[in-house]
């Protein structure tokens, strides 16, 4: 019930500081851009465009999400309730994995219809957003301005970003295959294509390893804040 409570309270935040009405706008700008792109391109720039969704969603949202709790003393009054860190974490990636799966299909749909195996591509979106969103809470609680926090993520995104080279066949590299964001492109791919059993299993194998360790990092980072804030030992 805990967490049932902090998911809505994350809703309620993000729907009352208008994170849906500028995503919504986004999704029209998405519209926009798909308009002018020829139609032989059309698949691939939709697969782009969701593979950058939920990264810049989750990464962007989250940190803003949390620079704003912070400011308004949200976060400190929070964890003066039996709340544990896990619970807010998991509550964040939760909220803004569902946003995510509802922007990418609203994008999706009316392009390029219903996708070929839905199941993959949702799990892509939703895994990919929550990934992206603990790279956004770690890095937004060692920053104190948006500035810095943009700088930030710029830094530890950009790797990630690479294997985006391999799916445009700019270039490739085994390494890649280790980053998660390779994972992502293949569950995309779910979009237009039957994915075979083992990359599948690779695919979200990759993603979710990936999000135990960043899961980990986030929370050590967030309870080193609540612990300035008020000791935070009973919350980790």
């Not at 994995?97 to 749909?109: F, G, K, M, N, P």
Request: glycine residues 10%.
């Amino acid at each position: 019930m805990r967490m049932w409570r902090m998911f809505l309270f994350d809703i309620r935040f993000q729907w009352k500081h208008g994170f849906y009405l500028i995503y919504s706008l986004i999704c029209i700008v998405y519209f926009g851009i798909l308009y002018f792109v020829h139609e032989d391109y059309v698949e691939k720039s939709l697969i782009l465009l969701t593979f950058s969704d939920p990264s810049a969603l989750g990464l962007l949202f989250a940190g803003g999400i949390i620079l704003l709790e912070r400011g308004q003393g949200v976060m400190g009054s929070l964890f003066a309730t039996p709340v544990r860190i896990r619970e807010y974490v998991l509550a964040k990636c939760l909220s803004l994995s569902c946003l995510s799966v509802l922007a990418a299909y609203a994008i999706h749909l009316p392009i390029g219809g219903w996708p070929v195996s839905p199941v993959h591509f949702t799990i892509g979106v939703a895994l990919t957003s929550s990934f992206f969103t603990l790279i956004g809470i770690w890095t937004a609680v060692q920053c104190r301005s948006i500035n810095s926090f943009i700088l930030l993520t710029q830094l530890y995104v950009l790797p990630f970003v690479l294997p985006l080279a391999g799916y445009l066949d700019w270039m490739h590299s085994p390494f890649m295959a280790l980053l998660p964001t390779h994972g992502t492109l293949i569950l995309l791919d779910g979009a237009i294509r039957v994915v075979g059993w083992q990359e599948t299993i690779y695919a979200i194998l990759s993603l979710v390893l990936w999000i135990g360790g960043f899961g980990w990092l986030t929370n050590r980072a967030v309870l080193g804040t609540v612990r300035k804030l008020d000791g935070g030992k009973s919350h980790e």
